[in-house]
């Protein structure tokens, strides 16, 4: 779900092309479509909202952008939320 997110920041506000936000996430430029199109990672939208997942997902995308991160980094970032918000008792897996 977060790569959604970033997809979309990358796409949106840093001016990526769908085929360079797939090479810089590690996914096909069909996924990037599809979460675009909300077919996929639509949960992902319920937590956009949330502040800190909203913050890392810029973050992530800011720091892919600059080129200051590579993929691995982001994968690393990805489990870091999700590990946070099991911790507090969150549930990824929307409504």
């Known amino acids: 779900m ?3 997110i970033i997809a ?6 840093h001016g990526y092309t769908q085929t360079r936000a797939a ?3 590690g996914v096909s430029q069909a996924s990037i479509s599809h979460y675009l199109a909300l077919k996929r990672g639509k ?4 937590f956009s909202e949330a502040g800190e997942i909203a913050a890392k997902a810029a973050e992530a995308a800011r720091m ?7 993929y691995q980094s ?13 911790a507090k008792g969150g549930n990824m897996r929307g409504p």
Not at 8 to 13: A, D
Not at 43 to 46: I, K, L, P, S
Not at 75 to 84: A, D, G, N, P
């Open 2 to 4: 977060l790569r959604a």
């Open 8 to 13: 979309r920041e990358l796409v949106e506000k």
């Open 23 to 25: 090479e810089a996430l």
């Open 43 to 46: 949960a992902a939208w319920v």
């Open 64 to 70: 892919l952008a600059e080129e200051s991160i590579d």
């Open 74 to 86: 982001i994968l690393r970032q990805i489990c870091e939320v999700y590990r946070s918000l099991r």
